[in-house]
T-cell receptor, first 112, second 114 residues
Framework: GDSVTQMEGPVTLSEEAFLTINCTYT??????LFWYVQYPGEGLQLLLK?????DKGSNKGFEATYRKETTSFHLEKGSVQVSDSAVYFC???????????FGKGTKLSVIP | EAGVAQSPRYKIIEKRQSVAFWCNPI?????LYWYQQILGQGPKLLIQ????????DSQLPKDRFSAERLKGVDSTLKIQPAKLEDSAVYLC????????????FGPGTRLTVL
């Protein structure tokens, strides 16, 4: 079945550091890929998405590129802020389906 | 635009008791989802509704979990009787084709079973 594997946390970075959170997936066909963010006490919010190979999703300074050859969708940000502290989830949605399959999440803490 | 509403936000019960969670989706969203998020894991889909019909409930433990969406708007998820392993956050989400089927999530209900 479909699955998503993301790097385990927690990840602790200093403000303005470079962030990478790795995500790889297993799925048949050509799924859409997503990154969701969950701030403390809040629900999941869509951060960015990509629907086909080589697409780059971007939002709020975060980027991720859909790499079909490596089945990856790594999340990056050049300079993190304290306000980026949250749990980040990688997810996929198989073509023709509404259902999301999530990774286990990576907790990011950014310290001043 | 109001987001997905859920209540209660927190619930503590003892094992073998019953509990119910309520969800009000974004207005006009025909598709509604219930997820279970166990601590340290990603959300797992329990059930998906399209209007008031069930699309997929393959991962719903039907011996103890039930869900309904009688009028195609609000939804209720019930657990009866609860087990210790049901301790989790229960998330509700909704989506619409007009929004590209992007799922919008509520804040969740944190259930603790003692």
């Amino acid at each position: 079945g479909d699955s998503v594997t993301q790097m385990e946390g927690p990840v602790t970075l200093s403000e303005e550091a470079f962030l990478t959170i790795n995500c790889t997936y297993t799925a048949t066909g050509y799924p859409s890929l997503f990154w969701y963010v969950q701030y403390p006490g809040e629900g999941l919010q869509l951060l960015l998405k990509a629907t086909k190979a080589d697409d780059k999703g971007s939002n709020k300074g975060f980027e991720a590129t859909y790499r079909k050859e490596t089945t990856s969708f790594h999340l990056e940000k050049g300079s993190v802020q304290v306000s980026d502290s949250a749990v980040y989830f990688c997810a996929l949605r198989r073509a023709g389906s509404y259902q999301l399959t999530f990774g286990k999440g990576t907790k990011l803490s950014v310290i001043p | 635009e109001a987001g997905v509403a859920q209540s209660p936000r927190y619930k503590i019960i003892e094992k073998r008791q019953s509990v119910a969670f309520w969800c009000n989706p974004i207005s006009g969203h025909a598709t509604l989802y219930w997820y279970q998020q166990i601590l340290g894991q990603g959300p797992k889909l329990l059930i998906q509704f399209q209007n008031n019909g069930v699309v997929d409930d393959s991962q719903l433990p039907k011996d103890r979990f039930s869900a309904e969406r009688l009028k195609g708007v609000d939804s209720t998820l019930k657990i009866q009787p609860a087990k210790l392993e049901d301790s989790a956050v229960y998330l509700c989400a909704s989506s619409s084709p007009a929004g590209g089927n992007e799922q919008f999530f509520g804040p969740g209900t944190r259930l603790t079973v003692l």
